[in-house]
């Protein structure tokens, strides 16, 4: 086991809980630890570019709902409560501005650039007909065995 | 520690929480762990009997009304996001089988055939009226403390 | 590593939720581990007084409305599913009740008389705009390089 390694099983795509999720990673990666997020179901949407991309790949009828309907990446998320028909994250952006905090998509980058690992979970993108082209670059695909390979070396690890 | 071992406390009926943690459980049996899935509130109702149990106790009315109202088994979960009052599981259901994963109940049997320990938290069938012989056979019955024990010999312990 | 430490993220305030954390916390106290709770975003509800507190620091508009709009305390927590427009609690604190269990109220009292820690986030309260002076007695006040400092030491760190 190693002190330094943390995994997240990122299910939600809820504003607040990628918000607390990226918060932890940031928090782990700047003491130095080595941290994987396994970005699965509603977690996927922030992996998704916001562009859309043309796929060769034919989509089924469901699959290109799920694609019109989930949010591209971090700036359509909502809350997981007090979400008012979409207001909700508006107001929480704007007050952890004013608190000086970073915002969803800093928190984001910031993330990457200390190389916490994102991993995109193959069987939900199977199902929700998610292709590789149409996901932000740097990820890593794989599934449910590489989560626990890397939760078996690590000591924190948490779903969120 | 023991580092296969692995605990998941269902707290969720969520049809795509489930399945997340049905995943799991599966892969980490597969590769030789030993897995409690330690099932309380509304995690409880997968393990429920789908058909109408005749029980000598006597319910509450509002323990009446809790097994009226909350799903058995896994057939009738509906997703925690984009449910759509109710046609939200089908689609998800449909989408899982055109991409050849398996279907909830499939991950279910899988689990059980595979060993995976599956523990009805006492206290909480306590309050909502549940009584064993409404559960589904070959459950272990216990509270937290049977939890605790569990995590304590674990590498992974998650709460979902 | 410690078995005897625990940590939880109390991210969530849904009434079923902080129960379910209040159980584990309860438990694992009373089997002699060290236990913190983590409270932040909507799990810094609980800790609230429920009486109005004058503050000397103005807060901005949406600060006071998320102070007006979220709870104080335990008392008037939603349940996560089947909320009923705010029937779904009282109900559940009936049922449990009549089946002989603790209140949400007592389990967090006994939590405070076991000696649970009790960390509010910081920057979870920078963005609402809770002042300490607005919260109980008793609790530490810290940012997410504690959390995982303390998550280090524990052998089992939930996220709920």
Known sequence: MDTTKKTIILFSGDFDKVMAA??????????????????TFWGLNILRKTEKVPTEVKKTALQSMFGRMMPKGTKKLGLSKMN???????????????????????????ALEQGVTFIACTLSMDILGFKEEEMIDGLEYAGVAAYLGEADEANVNLFI
């Open 22 to 39: 990226l918060i932890i990673a940031n928090g782990a990666a700047a003491m130095g630890d080595d941290v994987t997020i396994f970005c």
């Open 84 to 110: 008012f028909a979409g207001a909700g994250s508006p107001m929480m952006r704007k007050a952890t501005k004013d608190a000086g905090g970073m915002s969803l998509e800093e928190l984001f980058d910031s």
